[in-house]
């Protein structure tokens, strides 16, 4: 909490260039390139990082495929070229992933129509990935067999990416990048209100934990706010040519259902793509994509309905699916950008390409919709439009993305093995510890690795069904402003997502957990956690 703390003073005591309001994945990098090319940056977030539609998408980094039907050419064309080049960048991170498509009898093209439609996709991404290949219904059956085939007309194997961890950790490296680099980063911080006084703003904020009023001085500001853009700049007078729309998406993770580790894509009862994507000894099943007005949503029985039906329509489960079977649920809103009031857009047809409108005279910022795949073009382009702003951008050549250099990433491994520290990997793990803590934490993942050299039972699991190292944790307390139990264990971890919260609380190790995590606010910190838990199960 100390790094927080100091964070919150600072907001008070220092100019910044740029203010950023939300910490989702188009905050993140816009404070990831600003701070890297030398910029004074403040980035604030009303929840946690990453805490709203950043933390439940599909975890995949996709080039758009299925915007080919709508004759988006030059969109996945640019998607597919920002697609590999996330692969590039993160190589431990975002990887390739196959996704195992199934056809029913009926559909609305044939099987060979969509196939070719898969090699025109291959093509746009420049061979990037292994070939997609034509599966008759017996070949599907025999490479997953829990695939439903009675309906079946044949399908299709062809890749993309995904994350290999949660979205939402994606998003935190971008701001933990940003805060290695000098930005002033809080969670739990709202902006109340934005006034320009000659060529200043000064921003009211409020710390949500302390009560603490804040006021921000910056020379610009970008509105990052996602779903909650159009909100703000309507409370600050600021005209934009384009809106929102929004499109609820859920998903639902239950226990692993598959042989084979890749995505089965379908087309759902609505004719829209539906997933069963692996996580691990689980699976995430969804999504949904119903228009809402309000992007503060939920779950709902219908939307729980909807899944059950066409996971239990498209697979062969015995016994079928229930709402007893679910683990964990994600719930988001993806912001789609229309231009105008957006009421009569065909929101169906929608994509989710990113726009940035700005008011020059203002030096302020607006960005409407975007996605994981597409993030590095966001970084880049809000830094040239804050150099055409009048703002000096002091290192603008400076490269602010992608993992650490082969020999951070060699010297790591070299005393990663001098302590043995795959030895130490659990034996359910299929992944070694070595792999496991590069992907998550880059080069910090020395630091870890000097906690376990003085102390080798900071190497061991701590929480039960959790592969978090003691290690992790104390890392997580100093570094990765954990405000909140489930700032931990919902975004900069994925343990509840694979864990009911019910058993999460009674876990061994928990309460240690806090201790790491919180200090003497342990106890206050998990009670919290449990208040919220029965309050959502009741």
Known sequence: MLLRETNINLLDEKEFDVLILGAGINGAVSAAALARKGLKVALIDKGDFAGQTSSNSSNLAWGGIKYLENHEYFLVNKLCKSRNHLMRSYPSTVKEIRFLTTLQ????FPAWFVFAGTLVYWLMGRFFTQRPKFLSSKKIKQTEPVI????????????DAFLHDNDARFVFNFIRSSMDNGAIVTNYVEAIDSQREKDVWLTSAKDGISGKDIRIKSKAIINACGPKVDKYNQENGQQTEHQHLFSKGVHLIVNKL?????????FASDGRLFFVIPMGQKTCIGTTDDKVENPDTSVTEDDRKFILDNVNALLDLSPMLTKDDIISERCGVRPLAVKGKGGDADWVALSRKHAIDVNKKDQYLSIFGGKLTDCINVGEEISQIIKSLGIDIPYEDAIWYGESDAKIKAEFEYRAKLIDLDAMTPAYSSEKLTTRLWRRYDIHALQILDEIQRD?????????????LRAELDYAARREMITKLEDFLRRRSKIEMVLRKSEIVKTKGIVEACEILFGNKAQEKLEEYIEAVNASTN
């Not at 598959?258 to 379908?266: G, N, P, S």
């Not at 080798?456 to 592969?467: F, G, I, R, S, V």
């Open 148 to 159: 439903d085939i009675s309906n079946a007309q044949g399908g299709f194997e062809y890749s």
């Open 258 to 266: 598959t042989k084979v580790d890749k995505v089965l894509a379908f």
């Open 105 to 108: 009898k009926g559909f609305r």
């Open 456 to 468: 080798p039972t900071q190497a061991q699991q701590l929480m039960e069904n959790a592969e978090y």
